[in-house]
């Protein structure tokens, strides 16, 4: 039997029929921020010696590609701290198979960044955003500085991305009452904007989740005392719901991962900045492609052949409870987000 032949067109197709197209990869799981919903105040990192190396990571990038992903994320941790990053995002933004690579970022580093990555073929953007009063915002990422990111973001606008939006995690008395400037700030810029339920992942110090929750129906009921929402039928077979605010160009979404449950349409895998392969955000299974890639350096078909395992194991859905203690102990900064 010809292989070649054979994956010419071959798709990921899991246990339950899902087909997934897109791979989200995390290239550090450190960052320039602690926001207080994501990582501890102390946080450990991993030693750097047990990260992928970029050329490791741009080799499973690559099988995946071959394998019929079409969508690559580039996240972490912060991802644009990451050391000659713009190598990965111009090798990876050369995968003939590749329809579409984009990043989610904190902002920090993209007013000198923003360029060169749309010089590397990244088309969408998505800049993490939680509030624009810079005291909260302090507070909220605890050392981060709200004016680096507003003009990371300026930057971005200046240069014409197919896509920028936004994306707030609200919690309860920390940032909730700041929803309607965040879609203005989004409008008066014509960008989209989504709202993420904060989720379980990693114990952290500063709050208690329960008393933080903010549901999306509780944004969209502020959000329409001020615009009119009218329901979206964009998918991008992920989390979010998508609503037009009438009389603008802005859409915007919920990702609910409580309230409403998505996994029967996940189209989605993560690589951690280890190299572990998880297949689903809200549990624990995975698979080591360090593991391969380090005893078989190289070997692309190997790579390929635990990738296409892997996805027999990929569970059928999360079980994330916000009345239990965290059951995923990885942080958001680990995962990818
Ligand atoms: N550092 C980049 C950033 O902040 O955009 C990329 C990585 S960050 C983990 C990706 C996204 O996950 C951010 O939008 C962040 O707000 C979100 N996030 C982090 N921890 C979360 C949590 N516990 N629940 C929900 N979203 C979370
Ligand atoms: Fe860093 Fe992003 Fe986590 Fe904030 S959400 S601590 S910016 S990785």
């Known amino acids: 039997m010809n292989i070649n032949q054979n994956t010419h067109h071959e798709k990921l197709i ?20 602690r926001c207080t919903y994501c990582m501890s105040e102390k946080m450990q990192f991993v030693p750097r010696a047990q990260l992928l190396t970029l050329e490791e990571i741009a080799l499973v990038a690559r099988a995946f590609t071959e394998l019929g992903v079409e969508k690559i994320r580039i996240t972490g941790g912060e991802p644009l701290i990451r050391k000659n990053i713009m190598q990965l995002f111009e090798n990876i933004g050369k995968l003939p198979k590749l329809k579409e690579l984009t990043t989610t970022t904190n902002g920090s580093h993209l007013l000198a960044l923003a360029k060169p990555l749309q010089d590397a073929g990244v088309e969408r953007i998505n800049i993490s955003l939680d509030s624009l009063d810079p005291e909260k915002f302090r507070k909220i990422t605890r050392i981060g500085n709200l004016k680096n990111v507003l003009s990371g973001i300026d930057k971005a606008l200046s240069l014409d991305f197919k896509k920028l939006k936004i994306n707030s995690v609200i919690l309860k008395n920390r940032n ?4 309607v400037d965040l879609v203005r700030f989004a409008i008066n810029r014509g960008i989209d904007i989504s709202f993420i339920e904060e989720m379980p992942l990693g114990l952290i110090d500063e709050h208690n989740r329960n008393e933080t929750y903010y549901s999306s129906d509780l944004i969209k009921n502020d959000l329409e005392h001020e615009y009119e929402l009218v329901s979206s039928t964009i998918s991008t077979g992920g989390p979010s719901r ?7 160009d802005t859409k915007v979404g919920f990702i609910s991962p409580h309230s409403h449950n998505f ?7 993560r ?3 280890e190299g572990q392969l998880l297949l689903c955000l809200g549990q624990e299974h995975s698979v080591s492609l360090k593991k391969i890639i380090r005893a078989f350096p190289g070997d692309i078909e190997k790579l390929k052949n635990s990738i296409r395992k892997a996805m027999e194991i990929k569970p059928k859905g999360h079980e994330f409870d916000l009345t239990e203690k965290p059951i995923i102990f990885r942080h958001m900064n680990v995962t990818g987000g």
């Not at 909730?176 to 929803?179: A, S």
Request: glycine fraction near 2%; proline fraction near 0%; include cysteine.
């Open 14 to 33: 899991d246990k339950f029929n899902r087909h997934i197209n897109y791979v989200r990869i995390s290239v550090t799981d450190r960052c320039d921020f």
């Open 176 to 179: 909730h009452n700041e929803v």
């Open 242 to 248: 998508y609503y037009k605010i009438i009389g603008t």
């Open 263 to 269: 996994c029967s349409q996940c189209n989605r895998v």
């Open 271 to 273: 690589l951690t900045a």
